[in-house]
């Protein structure tokens, strides 16, 4: 062949090959896109329902597909809910523990299956899969609770409320709260006179502890750590019962309402505000950098869950009483006035 004709013949195919392509739609591969299961072990407490549905309103604003599971307390449940999202093809776990050494489980069968996991709230134990822990600083919440009551009252007998005995976070509060109040026991300020955990952190089983304690103490009691607002309520319970609410100084946590109004009555102390919709946002954000391959270049923290140093964010939890109730609750607006000066 010349070398004209042969150029010809190359452009012909050229140009062949060209209207073929052309002739093709261009296949673009479908973005994946995010979907992520929330799991949380209850409802009980308000701020559960503010991170679900912060959570939820994050994920719809972003076009996120969210599954949410809610395990009423029971770990066998949660488990089988947190398979069946996996199952269904989630990408993260965003999961707030029942048993925070059972979920061990939970995290392991996620990470199998490729599933990054964010461990909400309530750090999971034993477990190397944990991609990142995203809480308050727990230990500190406990230090602002005990900081305050020992101010409140410095001297006299106390009762010891701790949270759920499955739940690591409650082990902390304690850790923390009690880093201030055991040197004024070991000094002889204090007397521990009764000192237990309450089951599943229900506020009835906080009500029957104080009757059981104000009973056997012939109500000489003048200090009470209770974990949470929910507990502290139970207790403020059996507390006017012996006429006592708003003369024994007592702690809380979670800025719930009730709470809220407890304190400008006078009832309850302080709270330990947490903004849960920080804590929502920052696991949404979390979800969507791991999703996309990236690095969490705010995971800055550390906590040990036995096995490992997990990446952590931990946010800062706020002391609230009546002196600061307005700025940090109300006109942050977690709460609104009217709900709360009733
Ligand atoms: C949470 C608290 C909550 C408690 C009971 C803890 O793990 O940190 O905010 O009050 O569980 O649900």
Known sequence: MKRTSRA???LLVAMLFVSVLAGCKTV?????????????????????VRDKDRITADCAAQ????????ANMD??????????????????????????????????????AGVYVISYDRLVMNTP???VYISFDNVQVGVLQGTWLTKAMPKGNYAILSGAPTDNNAKLFKQGAMSIIQPLVDKGDIKIVAEQAVIEWKPENALKIMENA?????????????????????????LAAQGLAGKVPITGQDAELAAAQRIVKGTQGMTVFKDTRM????????AKTMFGGYK????????????????SILLVPISVNKDNIDAALIDSGYLKRADVYQ
Do not use: F, Y
Not at 33 to 48: F, H, M, N, V
Not at 94 to 110: E, F, G, M, P
């Open 214 to 238: 104000l009973t056997a103490n012939k109500n000489n009691i003048q200090g009470v750590l209770a974990p949470n607002d929910g507990t502290a309520g139970g207790c403020i319970q059996a």
């Open 129 to 131: 899969n944990v991609d």
């Open 63 to 70: 076009g996120i597909e969210l599954l949410t599971q809610i």
């Open 28 to 48: 673009e591969p479908e973005a994946k896109k995010l979907k992520i299961g929330l799991s949380l072990a209850t409802l009980q407490e308000e701020r559960w």
């Open 296 to 311: 969490l270049a705010n995971a800055n923290q550390t906590v040990n869950n036995n096995t490992v140093d997990v990446p």
């Open 8 to 10: 010809i013949v190359v």
């Open 279 to 286: 804590l929502g946002d920052a696991a949404v954000e979390a």
């Open 75 to 112: 770990a066998a449940i949660q488990e089988s809910q947190c398979d069946q999202m996996i199952t269904s093809g989630i990408n993260v776990l965003i999961l707030a523990a029942q048993d925070s050494a059972a979920a061990a489980t939970i995290v392991d069968k996620a990470h199998a």
